[in-house]
Each structure stands twice: as C-alpha cells, then as structure tokens.
C-alpha cells in the first residue's frame, strides 16, 4: 500500500520544547515539502527537499529545522523559537519537483499548544 | 508577492447542479495549475491538474486555464452532497514552488 504516512496524528507542545513530525514515504519520490495550514489561509511552504542530503527553506522556515537522510524520511521539527506553532501541518511528496509534478500529501499532524 | 486568489464562500448549490470554482493567479510564469479537494480536517487530495489553455475533462470535472486573463476555473456538473469540500487551487511558479489559494468552500444541498 504505497503512500504518504504521518505521526502522530495530534501532537501537543509545550512552552519551549521541541517536538518533531514524522514524515515517511513510499513512494520512491525524490522530492519532498512540509508545509502549514493556518484556518482561512492557504498552505505555505516551510522547507523541501529535492535529493537526500539536500533541503531548502520555504517561505516560513523561521522556528522549524529538518533533516534529509533517507529518501523515504523528512521530519520536521518545530522549535522553541517557532512562536505561534498551532496548526495543521502537512507532508508531501512528488516524483520531482517539475512543473508538471503532482504533490501528494501525507494525512497531516495538528500540533497544539498547552 | 506570488498570489493565488480564490473566493472563500461557502458556494451553496443544490443537489445536481453545476458548481463554478474560480482562481486567480498574479505570477504570469505559473506553468501549471491544480485543483485540491480538502474535506474538513483531511489532507488535499488532487482532482485535476491543468497546464496548458482551454478546457480539460475528467469524468464530472472540468478545469479550464485562461493563461492571458491568469484565470483558472473548475466545472463540477452533476454535484452530489459527497461534493462538499474545500476545494484549492494551486500554480505552481518553478524552482519546487506551488503557491496555494486559501480554497472556496463548496455546499451541495441534498
């Protein structure tokens, strides 16, 4: 059964902890995105991943890190330094990052805030 | 700034109707354009993908792509209540870029 997975699917933070988001796929996709989803806006990009060993920040990467070194695995993790971290967050994936490349995207973590 | 703009709704249409999604996009070096479905707390799921102008067909969906008026739409004819999502556009502007629209809420009354 080939996808996109995610873990877990609720996770809640602290006051200046890190967590981390798991993301594995089995695709065999070379390119891989996290992005966030904030209610009433778009997603926006925080960090991709073309090739193992290699990652790019988004638009919003300020507060999150990652690590590339599996092709199947991308985690992300949100930092003490990510102020407002309270959102949906979604994993994906695509065969390469080219025009015509579909994402397709991993169930999502909700991250919240105690 | 790279914009994608959809109207948010909710878009209310009866069971059986058609329902018309329309996108906007700022970046004239958008080279291709996709429509989401998103039901509430799921992931988007891809409906139709569309890169070149004119229309496109898919079983219930159409999209259509207007390059020089940077105007994306999707068609959906017979809508069923199972229709009701959060539909988004996106377009992709190159260099592992997609800019994504906030999505228009789509009501298909039974």
């Known amino acids: 059964d080939g996808g996109i997975t995610q873990s877990p699917k609720y996770l809640f933070r602290k006051e200046g902890q890190n967590v981390t988001l798991s993301c594995e796929q089995n695709?065999?996709?070379?390119?891989m995105y996290w992005y966030r989803q904030d209610p009433g806006q778009g997603l926006r990009l925080i960090y991709y991943s073309q090739i193992v060993n290699d990652f790019q920040k988004g638009d919003i990467a300020e507060g999150y890190s990652v690590s590339r070194e599996k092709k199947e695995s991308f985690p992300l993790t949100v930092t003490s330094a990510q102020k407002n971290p309270t959102a949906f967050y979604l994993c994906a994936a695509s065969r390469s990052g080219g025009a015509a490349e579909t994402q397709y995207f991993g169930p999502g973590t909700r991250l919240l805030v105690l | 700034q790279k914009e994608v703009e959809q109207n948010s709704g909710p878009l209310s249409v009866p069971e059986g109707a058609i329902a018309s999604l329309n996108c906007t996009y700022s970046d004239r070096v958008s080279q291709s354009f996709f429509w989401y479905r998103q039901y509430s707390g799921k992931s988007p799921e891809l409906i139709m993908s569309i890169y070149s102008n004119g229309d496109k067909e898919d079983g219930r969906f159409t999209a259509q792509l207007n390059k020089a008026s940077q105007y994306v739409s999707l068609l959906i004819r017979d809508s069923q209540p199972s229709d009701s999502a959060t539909y988004l556009c996106a377009a992709y502007t190159g260099g592992f870029k997609t800019i994504f629209g906030a999505g228009t809420r789509l009501f298909v009354k039974a």
């Open positions: 695709l065999n996709h070379d390119a």
